[in-house]
């Protein structure tokens, strides 16, 4: 690969996740990048040096997922803290792999995981729509009945 494609390689990543504000994970050919734009900073680590990927739940909040990396030095770098965006992350595993097939993953099955957490994540907030739909919808019947009754009394 030339210098220029290689350099067209560093300036479009293949895969980007947007969290939080102004946070992101760039996946390139050769390295994943974590960049905090907030917090000015910037972090590059070579895909080559990456032994294992772990991915997390967070605390307090389980769906604020938190990303380790592995090094080959015995080294792990926390990634990202207080990831949300599953769906991107998601889909970014597979070019992750093509790209570095060595990389292993905790869990090993990452994207099966991360589909539940999604479905979870959807019928939960299903449930609270339904649950204030429902409350809304009993305390109408109720302010129907009070005026009903309110209205036969004199």
Not at 7 to 15: F, R, T, Y
Not at 87 to 111: C, V
Request: with cysteine.
């Amino acid at each position: 690969m030339s210098e220029s494609e290689q350099e067209q390689g560093q300036l479009h990543p293949v895969s980007v996740v947007r969290f939080g504000l102004g946070k992101e994970i760039q996946l390139y050919p050769e390295e994943l990048a974590v960049v905090k734009r907030e917090e000015g900073e910037e972090t590059r680590i070579p895909l080559a040096q990456i032994q294992r990927l772990i991915l997390m739940p967070g605390d307090p909040n389980p769906a604020r997922l938190i990303l380790l990396a592995d090094l080959d030095e015995n080294e792990t770098v926390m990634l990202a803290e207080g990831m949300s965006n599953v769906r991107d992350f998601r889909a970014m595993l597979p070019h992750l792999r093509e790209l570095a097939p060595h990389i292993q993953f905790d869990p090993p099955d990452m994207e099966e995981q991360l589909r539940q957490a999604l479905n979870t994540r959807r019928a939960w907030t299903l449930t609270c729509y339904g649950a204030i739909l429902l409350v809304c919808i009993l305390l109408y019947l109720i302010y129907l009945l009070v005026a009903y009754i309110g209205s036969h009394h004199p």
